[in-house]
């Protein structure tokens, strides 16, 4: 009996929808680590256990700057992760982020504002510079259908160009003789959480706010019930009424926002050294931190705690990673490690599955012996369906699932 | 000693936590036509997907002409002679009738075709067997019924003997399934040996020798169909006895609830509307149900109804009101309910639980919600209401999520959300479709009790005896338009199928509606 209940509870724990994305994520990281391990043994035999152990632990004497560096992939990454929950791919996070950043910098330098408001003022600039920039491609979605990957990278594009034009032709916020901007007023910054040498501010712990904020969101309200369902199933929210055109053209706007939201809190930063702020260089490149947010929002599954972790995790070995120099590696290491996680953060399904299969295969056998007496089938037909075989594997179920519809739309 | 060709003896199947067959034995005589009938998961299709080798049993055996076989995989089956026609086919449907036939065995000269070689044997067999096609017309542009005849040919093209049919009738007109019996007989008396899986039990009696009996993964025995009755098949196959005759009393139809005047919808398909100009009324009180080989524009219809789709023409009026281009959820709160065609595309959010899924429809409304925030707790006690009234079993109650649950729950809790909805207008499209006896009873119970209570309803439905048993009324649809109106009571299947396949066509009323 106490064994049943033991086993029953296991089980519980492991068909959870949550835990197992999270086993699935850990599974991943384990298997980049010791792909990225394996790749630094090759480029530098000798020195890779050093360079893997900062790779591990060299974030952990840097905490603040770990905690500085997630915050902006941790905007993006729900910003990405949001919009994934109603089926929409929102690779445009990097225009957005662009955005967010060059409305913030303009209130920054152009509007003067009271001390005590004015970072506030700004990190709002930033999300409206965002939003705007989210919500284009939504409405051209929700309107007339045009695939919002399309328009979004377009906008990246457009974003980037547009903001390097206006910010080359503002004398106040452009240094030309320097190609960045100028410092930015200490009253437009974050306020700094006074961690030593490090730049994390307050923007962390907003970012943490509005990721919880957007668990409400999602799990509480009617607006994240409609989102969820048009996620999971376009027809089916559409033939229960939901109005599809405001809720993509609401979601992209709200990703936008986010992304914006992640480009303030960039460029608003305090800088550890005083009398200086974090500059924007426009160099043509689009932001590196929008892209990042896709990698985040994977491996977070997009769910917005998740996605903390993972963009607390991706920036821990990202200090780490740059860390490895010391012993000669090149930073781009850590890049390969990250992305080689990324990568199986992608089949991260496959691969529960996978371990879905051992473990059956395990408990059948189990189950086998103790077969006689665990027979209880038939007592209705309407359990076929069997809520144990349900979770185990989630191949098993699909192929399951399949018959199950072959059978029925006769 | 009987001559058995195919023996399954003691086979038992086990998914985690599921006996799918257990310790069932089959056995198939050359020459005849064997029936196995079962509900919905009774393990009909596991135990055949064990003879085609699709699955492996964990115990028993398989013999032909005695001997123990090993059938590992469909090839393996394939060798034996073994040839099944699955329930939805599995034809390429950009190929031609003669390219799907050969797919996979080509006649080839080092790697070349040799279709000629080919046609000639497809068109002996068709000829052989009464079975028509056109060896070049496209897959994708035949008829279902044709469709099932290159799946056939198929079998006979591999100089199968064993023929397995999987629900072959569900998608044919009366006069189809009369052929394709017919063609059976033909089979058997060939020698050629025949598995019959259904669970109608009028095709049984009609044309098997024998039939086995499947409930819950257990075998309940087989019978001589000669020596038994429809309502002993039943009992066995359900447990229990099953009232196949809807009961019902007169309907007494009050107001118009809806009006369709003149409704065109263009087809996505082809160049011709779907849906051509047709009108038609249904009154409080009464079950209007439109029947039609599938495909005739059934689908448009409701989806125009329903405002799933756009219409090009014509007026929908729904207790008085136009709402010709009012939004889904407009419609719904006028007072349509919707039970859908296809409930895993619209019916249900599959990855919801069922308590979301049951207040699919609803959520928005004061009851369940507050300032944008879900009464969970409402939810909640609302569903598990639901689910005890409509008996809507699962494995965890409300939180279960509605993937897992069996076809025929899923059906309940949509049509528990859609009937306890305040509705006028019902409108339930095939809605028994790959249920099993017991859930059709159901159903058919739910929709005339909600016409009894002064609903009205819209049922679209491609099963016969269906539309015989629960209408009130009959609207036939072929090719877009309505061919007839018929009266349940002064009509039988025969001129019904009639009107089906396009044989014979009235000038129904179409004055009257014309304003």
Known sequence: MQNNFLKSNMKKITQDKGFSSFTAALLAIAMGLIFGFVIMLIAKPGSAFQGFGRVLFGGFSRIGDVFYFATPILMTGLSVGFAFKMGLFNIGASGQYTMGMYFALYVGFMWDLPDSIHWIVCVLAGMVGGLLWGIIPGIFKAISNVNEVITCIMFNYIGMYLVDMWIQGNSTMYISTKTRTAYLPTSAQLPSLGV????????????????????????????????????????????????????????????????????????????????SSMTYEPISVIAANGFNGIAVALLG???????????????????????TALYGFKPEIIDIVIAVIIYFSAFSLLMNAALGRFIKRHRVKNEANDFEELAPVGEDDNKEVAPDAADISNDSIITEQVKENDGEEA | MENYIIEMLHITKVFPGIVANDDI?????????????????????????VLFGLYQAEKGEIKKNGEVVQISNPNDANRLGIGMVHQHFKLVEIFTVLENIILGVEPNKMGFLQKKEAREKVVALSK????????????????????????????????????????????????????????????????????????KLNEIMSVADRCTVLRKGKCIGTVDIKDTTKEELSRMMVGRDVNFSVEKKESKPGDVILSVNNLAVTSKTSKNNAVNDVSFDVRAGEIVCIAGIDGNGQTELVSAITGLEKITKGKIKLCGQDITKASIRKRSKVGMSHIPEDRHKHGLVLDYNLEDNIVLQRYWQPEFQKNGFIKRQEVRNYAENLIEKYDVRSGQGP???????????QQKAIIARELDKKHELLVAVQ?????????????????????????????????????????????????????????????????????????????????????
Do not use: C, W
Not at chain 2, 399 to 409: A, C, H, L
Not at chain 2, 436 to 452: C, M, N, P, T, Y
């Open chain 1, 301 to 323: 599954s997009s769910h917005p705690i998740g996605i903390i972790l993972s963009s607390v995790f991706i920036s821990h070995i990202q200090r780490g990673g740059s860390l």
């Open chain 2, 399 to 409: 939180v279960s999520i509605t993937r897992s649950m069996s076809g025929g729950n």
């Open chain 1, 196 to 275: 030593k040498n490090s730049s994390v501010n307050v923007g962390i712990i907003i970012a943490i706010a509005i990721a919880i904020l957007l668990y409400i969101i999602l799990n509480k309200t009617v607006f994240g019930f409609e989102l969820k369902a048009t996620g999971f199933n376009k027809d089916a929210s559409k033939y229960a009424g939901m109005n599809a055109t405001r809720n993509t053209i609401l979601t992209m706007a709200i990703a936008g926002a986010l992304s914006g939201l992640g480009g303030a809190f960039a460029i608003l930063a305090p800088s550890s050294i005083p009398g």
């Open chain 2, 128 to 199: 052989k067997y009464g079975l028509y096609v056109d060896p070049d017309a496209l897959v994708e542009k035949i008829s279902v019924g044709m469709q099932q005849r290159v799946e056939i040919l198929k079998m006979l093209y591999r100089d199968n003997e064993i023929l397995i049919f999987d629900e072959p009738t569900a998608v044919l007109t009366p006069q189809e399934i009369d052929e394709l019996m017919e063609i059976m007989r033909g089979f058997a008396k060939e020698g050629k040996s025949i598995l019959f899986i259904t669970h």
């Open chain 2, 431 to 515: 809605p028994t479709r790959g249920l099993d006896v017991g859930a059709i009873e159901f159903i058919h119970k739910q929709l005339v009790a909600s016409r009894d209570a002064g609903k009205a309803v819209l049922l679209v439905s491609l099963e016969l005896d269906e539309v015989m048993d629960v209408s009130d009324r009959i609207l036939v649809m072929y090719e877009g338009d309505i061919v007839g109106e018929l009266d349940p009571k002064n009509t039988t299947v025969e001129e019904l199928g009639l009107y089906m396949s396009g044989a014979k066509r009235d000038k129904v009323k179409e004055e009257a509606y014309a304003e």
């Open chain 2, 25 to 49: 034995t089959l056995q198939l005589k050359k020459g005849e036509i064997h029936a196995l009938l079962g509900e919905n998961g009774a393990g009909k299709s596991t135990l055949m997907s």
